[in-house]
């Protein structure tokens, strides 16, 4: 029943800050159990897990991005943003965001996921 819809561009230029947001629907972004992240999968590569923010509002990042990330939410829109600095090509990924009701795994087959967007870094 949780739906949730990526948006922003899908061209970005290397060195600029990526920004895209997901819209829920169906379910609160406060609620308990609740872990609101983004997954970001590039291309012939394995899904990678960016970060999240809880219910509570505690944010977790992965460390390997943790410099470059900025996640946020707004509880008036139940909007979770997305802000990734200083991108270069690597960056080029589809971008999901998703419900998951933990953070020791990442399966597209448990929770709830948007369709996914695609972002391309280039000049």
């Known amino acids: 029943q949780v739906q949730l819809q990526e948006s922003g561009p899908g061209l970005v230029k290397p060195s600029q800050t990526l920004s895209l947001t997901c819209a829920v629907s169906?379910?609160?972004?406060?609620?308990?159990?609740?872990?609101w992240s983004w997954i970001r999968q590039p291309p012939g590569k394995g899904l990678e897990w960016m970060g999240a923010i809880a219910g509570s509002g505690n944010i977790y990042y992965n460390p390997s991005l943790k410099s470059r990330t900025s996640i946020s939410r707004d509880t008036s829109k139940n909007h979770i943003t997305l802000q990734l600095s200083s991108v270069t090509p690597e960056d080029t990924a589809v971008y999901y965001c998703a419900r998951l009701t933990r953070l020791d795994s990442v399966d597209r087959r448990r929770g709830s996921w948007g369709q996914g967007t695609q972002v391309t870094v280039s000049s």
């Open positions: 169906g379910g609160s972004i406060t609620a308990d159990y609740s872990y």
